[in-house]
Every structure is written in C-alpha cells, then in structure tokens.
C-alpha cells in the first residue's frame, strides 16, 4: 500500500490496517515455515507495509 493513501485515512482505519497487516504477515510466517507459501516476496512487502503504516501514525500523532 502507498504512503499517499496511507495518509488519507483517519487513525481509528490506520488501527485497523496495522491489525490487517499484522495478522497477514503471521500467516505468511506460518506458511512459509510450513513450505506452503510459495511467493515469499509477499513477507518482506508485508514488513514493509507495516512499518509505513506505523509511521504515519507517529506523524500523525506529532502533528496534532
């Protein structure tokens, strides 16, 4: 997900995308430790969304 539209959403759906993308990236985590999860390029992106999403809400925080 892109860090525009990251920053259009309030902090309550930026709550509820973290939770997403946490419990996604635990998925993928099992998958792959299990051999079933055949694109692992889906855990660094997975990562990856998580930390844009947690710096948007520390931006947000600072700014208000």
Do not use: C, N, Y
Not at 5 to 23: I, M, N, P, V, W
């Amino acid at each position: 997900m892109k860090t525009v539209d990251l920053r259009k959403l309030s902090a309550g759906e930026l709550q509820d995308k973290l939770t997403q993308f946490s419990a996604e990236l635990f998925k993928l985590r099992f998958q792959h430790a299990t051999a079933q999860l055949e694109k692992t390029a889906r855990l660094p992106r997975t990562r990856k969304d998580i930390a844009r999403v947690l710096t948007v809400l520390k931006e947000k925080e600072r700014g208000a």
